[in-house]
């Protein structure tokens, strides 16, 4: 429960790091004693982003990355080529660009050919 800073006593850290930094955020908890204590927060999660068009990836669990490295390959990827690096919409863009490509190589090549018979 979020208790008000009035008239409440003094309240210290509980561990050995005393400045206010990103990892050591906070927040006031009561205790069933009715003792006010720091609770420590655990810092937010960044979700995985596809490498394109930076949009976030479905199907990857969200965690630190201590934690990230705990979890199973299953968890941290997609069946798929790229699976969480690119999203769906990129890798199907990226097939399509690399095909078109090849095409339109063979189409240069066949027009040579033409070209050199006649």
Do not use: W
């Not at 206010?20 to 420590?40: D, E």
């Amino acid at each position: 429960a979020v208790v008000s800073t009035q008239s409440m006593g003094r309240v210290t850290y509980r561990r050995r790091l005393s400045y206010n930094t990103k990892s050591n955020k906070t927040h006031l908890c009561k205790t069933p004693g009715g003792k006010l204590v720091y609770h420590y927060s655990n810092k937010k999660t960044n979700v995985s982003k596809c490498g394109d068009c930076k949009q976030s990836l479905r199907g990857i669990v969200a965690v630190r990355p201590k934690r990230l490295a705990a979890l199973s390959k299953r968890v941290k990827t997609v069946n798929r080529a790229y699976g969480g690096a690119k999203c769906g919409r990129c890798v199907r863009s990226r097939i399509i660009r690399a095909f078109l490509i090849e095409e339109q190589k063979i189409v240069a090549k066949v027009l040579k050919a033409q070209a050199m018979k006649n």
